[in-house]
């Protein structure tokens, strides 16, 4: 009777760990962790690339920085997933939250990064800005210098043209 009972139970042990093992195989849903955006501050327009940890079946980032990205499992890594994101033209300067949701959970992680102000170039203006007091300053100067400098040469050459005549 006793070796009955210990096949018993040595068959219920079995089945319970050979029921589990594709789950724990499959990630069983552990949830996003070790979220890691890179570069951390940014431009409006730039790229953002965020890597997590648990995610082996891919999952989504969101942001109201920039439209919902799509995490990718790495091959090279287990567990490991990334996305690349664009943020908005039209993101305004300040820190910003995203969400990393796991295909394969429901568990929700997040990571902060930073939207820097935009600089534009100055390009495309033209003849709408004027000259400043320095430039004014140095134009008058080059003026005066060939005004002095034509009218002593005018002056030399009349000297030695009435000379030889």
Do not use: K
């Not at 093992?21 to 552990?30: E, F, Q, S, V």
């Not at 995610?55 to 997933?81: I, Q, W």
């Not at 400043?132 to 050459?157: C, D, H, K, P």
């Amino acid at each position: 009777m006793r070796a009955t009972r210990a096949l018993a139970v040595t068959a219920t042990a079995f089945a319970a760990v050979g029921l589990c093992a594709p789950l724990a195989a499959a990630g069983g849903g552990d949830g996003p962790r070790n979220v890691q955006v890179s570069p951390s501050s940014v431009f409006p327009g730039g790229t953002l690339t965020v890597t997590v940890d648990g995610c082996r079946r891919g999952g989504t980032v969101s942001s109201n920085a920039f439209p919902d990205a799509t995490l990718s499992p790495r091959g090279d890594r287990g567990g490991e997933s990334t996305a690349t994101a664009r943020v908005r033209n039209s993101a305004a300067p300040g820190s910003y939250h995203l969400t990393v949701r796991c295909n394969d959970s429901s568990q929700t992680a997040s990571a902060s990064f930073t939207v820097l102000p935009a600089r534009g170039a100055q390009g495309g203006l033209g003849g709408s800005i004027g000259p400043t007091s320095t430039e004014m300053a140095i134009g008058a100067g080059l003026v005066a210098t060939a005004a002095v400098g034509g009218s002593l040469f005018i002056a030399r050459r009349r000297r030695t043209v009435s000379g030889q005549v």
